[in-house]
Nanobody, 119 residues
Framework: QMQLVESGGGLVQPGGSLRPSCAAS????????MAWYRQPPGKQRELVAS???????NTADSVKGRFTISRDNAKNTVYLQMNSLKPEDTAVYYC?????????????WGQGTQVTVSS
């Protein structure tokens, strides 16, 4: 059973930082792209940042310069360093991973971690 487990969300004041992580486990052969999405209250889920296995990244304009995605392939873990947080960053943050299962890849999602930016 493939699983993505997120941790590291929480409540932070504006201007603060958080570093959620997402660890993959299960019987997969490899992990291709990994990504972080977020879903603000009452809005649709949106891409925050993605990273290939080789470390190439793509970051949404709304968080560019403040958020950095990284991964540790040895630990099957992806991170999202979030600095200079704003109230509009409040959302449930989800990680995703494209995993190679036997001979085809499948997309998996984590359960989500709440990030609240408020004074």
């Amino acid at each position: 059973q493939m699983q993505l487990v997120e941790s590291g969300g929480g409540l932070v004041q504006p201007g603060g930082s958080l570093r959620p992580s997402c660890a993959a486990s299960g019987s997969f052969r490899s992990i291709y792209d990994m990504a972080w999405y977020r879903q603000p209250p009452g809005k649709q889920r949106e891409l925050v940042a993605s990273i290939t296995r080789d470390g190439n990244t793509n970051t949404a304009d709304s968080v560019k310069g403040r958020f950095t995605i990284s991964r540790d392939n040895a630990k099957n873990t992806v991170y999202l360093q979030m600095n200079s947080l704003k109230p509009e960053d409040t959302a449930v943050y989800y990680c995703s991973a494209q995993m190679l299962i036997t001979f085809q890849s499948q997309l998996y999602w984590g359960q989500g971690t709440q990030v609240t930016v408020s004074s």
